[in-house]
Nanobody, 123 residues
């Protein structure tokens, strides 16, 4: 079975940084598109960043210039480096694999998800 396990969440003050990690198993990681999504209480789940299997990246406008997605295929791991964090970044962050639309802003139709990791940014 496909398994995605996130880590690296926590609580930071505005302006701080966190790096999230997601390690996959049960599928060919190298051939899979990967992405990060988030959901805050009362909000819709939204795309944060995606990376195709060949390394093409996409970012939500709200995080562009502050977040960086990367992957290490030798470790079956995708990362999200989050800098200059803002209180509005507070959410549960989810790792996902094989999304049907790398540029879509919603979380619908994605077959594989991690358990989520909480990110809290205080002001």
């Amino acid at each position: 079975e496909v398994q995605l396990v996130e880590s690296g969440g926590g609580s930071v003050q505005a302006g701080g940084s966190l790096r999230l990690s997601c390690t996959g198993s049960g599928f060919t990681f190298t051939d899979s598109d990967m992405g990060w999504y988030r959901q805050a209480p009362g909000n819709e789940c939204e795309m944060v960043s995606t990376m195709s299997s060949d390394g093409i990246t996409h970012y939500a406008a709200s995080v562009k210039g502050r977040f960086t997605i990367s992957r290490d295929n030798a470790k079956d791991t995708v990362y999200l480096q989050m800098d200059s964090l803002k209180p509005e970044d507070t959410a549960v962050y989810y790792c996902a694999a094989d999304m049907p639309d790398l540029y879509g802003g919603s979380c619908r139709g994605i077959p594989s998800w991690g358990q989520g990791t909480q990110v809290t940014v205080s002001s």
